[in-house]
């Protein structure tokens, strides 16, 4: 295998000991498999959980700080994280205001976070959750019942973080998160499969020369496979794919995500052809984010992640975050 590991038993764990050493804003318990901010919790302030399986760097421990997340647990690589952990991190940030649990539609996170609400709610602590499911490429999958979660994770993380930061109560911010959610649609395509520790060898085969149109951010399949198409036939697709879905009436937030092997270069000129498509549609941009944020390992492709949103919430997404992942305004 050519990666940069010890041993790939110890992949997350060796990531999260390097974490700590980059971040010492953030505490992060390498045994116990939590992310937390470290002046947390915050007197008065809603605190913001997330968490998933590992490999979708910088989502989700790169999201924890100021404006952002409270907390987050990584699981193994694409591997959902366990009751014990949500629980653990709940309890490290709750203010007593109340913790917003938000969970990327996979089954085993569904299952675990639902789990860890009951146990934290045993506990006194008030829980509210909000399921994240913008991918249209596909209804249901091999992780999912419905649609699958991606990168409007990172909408709703932004947005009612700033929320959460004005101290904003609960209900509130569980609103506002549904509404990016609902606002938001993703499409993702595969230029290369990811290889996982574990495995060793890519997880799915992708023949030289095609690519795979929809694809999941665990490699999971899509609507369909082509031949290798051009930066801006595959903008053409992936924006038609999502304006078929929904039609904006304001403006838009813009996200084209790396999935962790295709560099700037080309994400850029992707945002290019990203942006072409929806001028041409009468889709107006308010902000645009380029990047690796919603990642697959070492899969070469990228997403398309479009939100609504108005003048608040434009205003919540411009307000100042102070994460690893995530920074501006300060």
Same mark, same amino acid.
């Given at each position: ?105 996979? *089954? !085993?996170?569904? /299952?675990?976070?639902?789990?860890? %609400?009951?146990? &934290?709610?045993? #506990? $006194?602590?008030?829980?509210?959750? @909000? ?18 979660? *991606? !990168?409007?994770? /990172?909408?709703?993380?932004?947005? %009612?973080?700033? &929320?959460?930061? #004005? $101290?904003?109560?609960?209900?509130? @911010? ?157």
């Amino acid at each position: 295998m050519r990666m940069l590991i010890n041993v790939a038993e110890n992949v997350v764990a060796d990531a999260l000991r390097g974490m700590a050493a980059a971040h010492p804003e953030l505490t992060v318990d390498v045994e116990n498999r939590v992310i937390v901010r470290r002046d947390a919790p915050v007197a008065g302030k809603v605190a913001l959980v997330s968490g998933g399986g590992s490999g979708h760097e910088p989502l989700h421990g790169g999201f924890v700080g100021p404006g952002m997340l409270s907390a987050a647990c990584p699981g193994e690589v694409f591997t959902s994280p366990v009751p014990d952990q949500m629980l653990r991190a709940a309890a490290a940030v709750d203010s007593g205001a109340g913790v917003l649990f938000i969970v990327k539609n996979y *089954t !085993g996170d569904v /299952l675990n976070f639902d789990m860890a %609400a009951e146990l &934290a709610e045993d #506990e $006194g602590i008030r829980i509210a959750k @909000v399921l994240i499911n913008d991918d249209v490429a596909v209804t249901d999958s091999l992780y999912t019942a419905g649609r699958r979660g *991606t !990168g409007a994770t /990172l909408f709703v993380e932004k947005i %009612a973080g700033a &929320a959460a930061e #004005e $101290g904003r109560p609960l209900e509130q @911010v569980e609103a506002l998160a549904r509404q990016v959610n609902e606002n938001s649609r993703s499409f993702g395509v595969a230029l290369s499969a990811c290889t996982t520790p574990a495995k060793g060898s890519p997880t799915f085969e992708l023949p030289p020369g095609e690519l795979e149109l929809g694809v999941g951010i665990h490699g999971e399949p899509g609507r369909e496979r082509r031949a290798m198409m051009t930066s801006g036939e595959i903008a053409d697709f992936a924006v038609q794919a999502i304006l078929d879905d929904f039609t904006p009436r304001n403006p838009v937030l813009l996200l084209v995500n790396g999935m962790g092997a295709t560099p700037l270069l080309e994400l850029y000129g992707f945002n290019a052809e990203v942006q072409r498509v929806l001028s041409q549609r009468g889709v107006p941009v308010a902000r645009t984010l380029v990047g690796n944020y919603v990642t697959s390992l070492d899969m070469a492709g990228a997403s398309v992640t479009l939100c609504q949103v108005d003048e608040e919430l434009l205003r919540l997404w411009d307000a100042p975050v102070r994460t690893p992942g995530l920074r501006w305004g300060v």
